[in-house]
T-cell receptor, first 112, second 111 residues
Framework: DQQVKQNSPSLSVQEGRISILNCDYT??????FLWYKKYPAEGPTFLISISSIKDKNEDGRFTVFLNKSAKHLSLHIVPSQPGDSAVYFC???????????FGKGTRLHILP | AAGVIQSPRHLIKEKRETATLKCYPI?????VYWYQQGPGQDPQFLIS???????DKGSIPDRFSAQQFSDYHSELNMSSLELGDSALYFCASREGYNEQFFGPGTRLTVL
């Protein structure tokens, strides 16, 4: 049973526009949420995280929004750049020292 | 900055053979995690170690075993390999309550 769900396998966005990647989860006990970015032939790279007690975290072009009542989070990338083309994994953990539970990923294509 | 090192990067084995994957965590990182990512799948947690002791266990087959050594590197031993074991195997390491940092992965192909 998938506890972290990314329902869009792929997304195409024009360069310079906003990319919005969505994620839903089922376990209300998750304490921490993360986004990882993955290029081919590389391991996942940590991008940004958010604690369950917050609703927004921003780091440069990347902002993560958390809606606990809807069990939904999203990653906003603005402006989108060609180097942002990658697979983005939404992930969650129960405690800070816990294993990561990943979604299936969304492949983001930034179009010139 | 030093990253997580995994070796080998690619491995081809026959069915029923044995494979050993190695992971060298970032210096001072005391926790190591192993994940398996099948084709088109999300990474799935296998097992983790903290200070050389197993700390958590996920969907790891009995044919697999792992350990963390005194220098904190970890090895994942896989025996009686099956076709379904073909996957990317990622190792991640962490220091304290910081985020997990992933290695580049080992791609295992079982023929």
């Amino acid at each position: 049973d998938q506890q972290v769900k990314q329902n869009s396998p792929s997304l195409s966005v024009q360069e310079g526009r906003i990319s919005i990647l969505n994620c839903d989860y089922t376990n209300s006990m998750f304490d921490y949420f993360l986004w990882y970015k993955k290029y081919p032939a590389e391991g996942p790279t940590f991008l940004i995280s958010i604690s369950s007690i917050k609703d927004k975290n921003e780091d440069g072009r990347f902002t993560v929004f958390l809606n606990k009542s809807a069990k939904h989070l999203s990653l906003h990338i603005v402006p989108s750049q060609p180097g942002d083309s990658a697979v983005y994994f939404c992930a969650a953990i129960l405690n800070r020292d816990d294993k990561i539970i990943f979604g299936k990923g969304t492949r983001l294509h930034i179009l010139p | 900055a030093a990253g997580v090192i995994q070796s080998p990067r690619h491995l081809i084995k026959e069915k029923r053979e044995t494979a050993t994957l190695k992971c060298y965590p970032i210096p001072r990182h005391d926790t190591v995690y192993w994940y398996q990512q099948g084709p088109g799948q999300d990474p799935q947690f296998l097992i983790s170690f903290y200070e050389k002791m197993q700390s958590d266990k996920g969907s790891i087959p009995d044919r697999f075993s792992a350990q963390q050594f005194s220098d904190y590197h970890s090895e994942l031993n896989m025996s009686s390999l099956e076709l379904g074991d073909s996957a990317l195997y990622f190792c991640a390491s962490r220091e304290g309550y910081n985020e997990q940092f992933f290695g580049p992965g080992t791609r295992l192909t079982v023929l």
